[in-house]
């Protein structure tokens, strides 16, 4: 178990960019991004291995979000790009212990959560 924070949420216009952190208290197989809006499941956003960097996104997601990791110093980074009230939800940042094949990860791949920053997408 490693401990998350996760920061950078707030409220943007659609259009906009924000850029997510998540800092974690010690090393994991990988880490991944989650998001659940009002009255709706929540669901994957992008994940990303922590040795060699492997990339994986949501399709809807995939060309206007960007994981990457500072390995240095564990954080995890979302940037997020061309944002749209869609987008409006609580994300959640998470740890991975082991290795979750070569398909997108699911949730239960992730053994440790944070409390989740809200993102706000006003039209």
């Known amino acids: 178990q490693v401990q998350l924070v996760e920061s950078g949420g707030g409220l943007v216009q659609a259009g906009g960019s924000l850029r997510l952190s998540c800092a974690a208290s010690?090393?994991?197989?990988?880490m991944g991004w989650f998001r659940q809006a009002p009255g709706k499941d929540r669901e994957f956003v992008a994940a990303?291995?922590?040795?060699?960097?492997?990339?994986y996104y949501a399709d809807s997601m995939s060309g206007r979000f960007t994981i990457s990791r500072d390995n240095a110093k564990n954080i995890l980074y979302l940037q997020m790009d061309r944002l749209k009230p869609e987008d409006t939800a609580v994300y959640y940042c998470?740890?991975?212990?082991?290795?979750?094949?070569?398909?997108?990860?699911?949730?239960?791949?992730?053994?440790?959560w944070g409390q989740g920053t809200q993102v706000t997408v006003s039209s």
């Open positions: 990303i291995t922590w040795s060699l960097g492997w990339r």
């Open positions: 010690g090393r994991t197989y990988g």
């Open positions: 998470a740890a991975a212990f082991r290795n979750w094949g070569a398909t997108t990860p699911r949730q239960a791949d992730f053994g440790s």
